[in-house]
C-alpha cells in the first residue's frame, strides 16, 4: 500500500543540524523518533513504537520539537540543495525530508 502525503511544510535545517518538527506533527512523533534513510535518498522520522525493531537512530526529540539529524545522514538527498527541505507528513504516520531549492 501506497503512504501518501497529508501536509507538507517549507522549512530548514539549523546550523547545529536540528530539524524543528511542525507543531502540528508532534503528537503524531511523540518523545522519540526513528530516524533512517530511505532508497531514494530521503530522510524519514516516524514515532519509535514497540513494534519496530530500533535502528542505530533512535533520537529524542528535545524542547521547541527539535531533533538532531545523524552526521551519517547528512549527506543524503534530502539536504542535495542545502539545509532547506520541506517536511512531508504521511498517512504512516511518517514524516519524510525532501529537498527545496
Not at 533512535?58 to 542535495?80: A, N, Y
Request: proline letters at 5%; glycine letters at 6%.
Amino acid at each position: 500500500m501506497l503512504s501518501t502525503s497529508v501536509a507538507k511544510w517549507n522549512t530548514a535545517v539549523d546550523y547545529k543540524w536540528r530539524l524543528a518538527i511542525p507543531s502540528e506533527l508532534l503528537s503524531r512523533v511523540g518523545k522519540n523518533v526513528m530516524i533512517s534513510e530511505k532508497d531514494d535518498g530521503c530522510i524519514q522520522i516516524y514515532p519509535l513504537r514497540a513494534n519496530r525493531t530500533p535502528s542505530l537512530f533512535v533520537h529524542e526529540v528535545k524542547s521547541g520539537g527539535r531533533v538532531l539529524i545523524p552526521r551519517s545522514l547528512r549527506e543524503s538527498t534530502s539536504f542535495f540543495f542545502g539545509r532547506k527541505v520541506t517536511v512531508v507528513a504521511k498517512q504512516n504516520g511518517a514524516i519524510e525530508l525532501h529537498p527545496r531549492k
